[in-house]
């Protein structure tokens, strides 16, 4: 089975970075036609797709987000991490780590997610 943990500050000011970690159990992200990737939910926008990184560490991004945004990994550790660059209060959102399957573009795993709240 797998699991996905996000974890990272909850409170984080305006301009500055948002740093979110997912420890990933019950599967290699190295392995697989899968991507391991990042969603948001915010109030005023509902879920919102972020990026992804591939099992072969290549990555996507949301083309709104792609400036601001940065997926990384960590191999030994099984962890991806999220960095969103200069954020505001309209980045306040529950953020999630989530697998997406390579067949079906669908994401089949997900992390419970965490709150994070961008405000001075």
């Known amino acids: 089975q797998v699991q996905l943990q996000e974890s990272g500050p909850g409170l984080v000011k305006p301009s500055q970075s948002l740093s979110l970690t997912c420890t990933v159990s019950?599967?290699?992200?190295?392995?697989?036609?899968?991507?391991w990737g990042w969603i948001r939910r915010t109030p005023g926008k509902g879920l919102e797709w972020m990026g992804v990184?591939?099992?072969?560490?290549?990555?996507y991004y949301s083309p709104s987000l792609k400036s601001r945004t940065s997926i990384s990994r960590d191999t030994s550790k099984n962890q991806i991490s999220l960095q969103l660059s200069s954020v505001t209060p309209e980045d306040t959102a529950v953020y999630y780590c989530?697998?997406?399957?390579?067949?079906?573009?669908?994401?089949?795993?997900w992390g419970q997610g965490t709150q994070v709240t961008v405000s001075s």
């Open positions: 989530a697998r997406e399957a390579g067949s079906t573009g669908s994401n089949d795993y």
């Open positions: 019950g599967g290699s992200i190295t392995t697989g036609f899968y991507a």
């Open positions: 990184i591939g099992s072969d560490g290549s990555t």
